[in-house]
Nanobody, 123 residues
Framework: QVQLVESGGGLVQAGGSLRLSCAAS????????MGWFRQAPGKERETVAA????????LYADSVRGRFTISRDNAKNTVYLQMNSLKPEDTAVYYC????????????????WGQGIQVTVSS
């Protein structure tokens, strides 16, 4: 079992940047594909980005491609989401999650979840 804890969220003005971190404990994440997801009020949870266990392959939602970067440091058992050029529509609770095997797009494909962290982008 792996426990995931997100940090780095908060309030930022449009155009600003934040870096989210997801620290894992309980087991190494080196064999897990990891993803970042978000859920805005009244909306379904959506996938933001995903990364293969080695970090060599990444996937991004069209809405964040070119602005967000997912990365991982397996030695630190941590996954990151660098968010630049933030927009008010990026406001949501952000979650990190992991799964065994190849990265998948759908949130339902992930087994391990953090508690989520709020990101608010003001206009």
């Amino acid at each position: 079992q792996v426990q995931l804890v997100e940090s780095g969220g908060g309030l930022v003005q449009a155009g600003g940047s934040l870096r989210l971190s997801c620290a894992a404990s309980g087991r190494t994440i080196s064999g897990l594909s990891m993803g970042w997801f978000r859920q805005a009020p009244g909306k379904e949870r959506e996938t933001v980005a995903a990364v293969y266990w080695s970090g060599g392959s990444t996937l991004y939602a069209d809405s964040v491609r070119g602005r967000f970067t997912i990365s991982r440091d397996n030695a630190k058992n941590t996954v990151y989401l660098q968010m630049n050029s933030l927009k008010p529509e990026d406001t949501a609770v952000y979650y990190c999650a992991g799964r065994t095997g190849l990265p998948r797009w759908g949130p339902n494909e992930y087994d391990y979840w953090g508690q989520g962290i709020q990101v608010t982008v003001s206009s």
